[in-house]
């Protein structure tokens, strides 16, 4: 099977090859500044803290909003604000629906009921 040859870093800067998006050191850089959520999602701490926030705020936060909370929702996204990602201030119960279109928002800017 062909390999696809290299193409220039992703840092517009940098004038190195690579064959995934960065060189070696943009990558590492990227990595610092965008975070990936799995590493967040897939842990049990928060697992743990989810399960807290849904007993604490067993109803969604949205106002006139009756539905159970499903989801532990950031107020500050992951990404935004890595360093908020288990505190339990920055956390909120949410109603499935609800935090899907405020996800919806934050990552597209559509306009979500």
């Known amino acids: 099977m ?3 040859p290299p193409t220039p870093c ?6 190195n090859l690579s064959k ?8 590492r850089e990227y990595k610092a500044r965008h975070p990936s959520a799995r590493g967040v999602y897939n842990s049990r701490q928060w697992d743990e803290l989810k ?5 604490e705020e ?10 159970l909370s ?12 890595p360093d908020l990602a288990f505190v ?5 119960g949410m109603c499935k629906r609800h935090h899907s279109a405020k996800t919806a928002r934050e990552t597209f800017g559509r306009l979500s009921p």
């Open 70 to 81: 499903t989801e532990a929702d950031h107020i500050l996204g992951v990404r935004q604000r």
């Open 58 to 67: 067993p109803i969604c936060a949205v106002s006139h909003c009756t539905e």
């Open 51 to 55: 399960a807290q926030v849904l007993r």
């Open 20 to 27: 995934r998006r960065f060189c070696p050191k943009h990558e």
């Open 88 to 92: 339990r201030m920055n956390l909120q």
């Open 10 to 15: 992703g840092d517009k800067r940098c004038p």
């Open 2 to 4: 062909p390999t696809s």
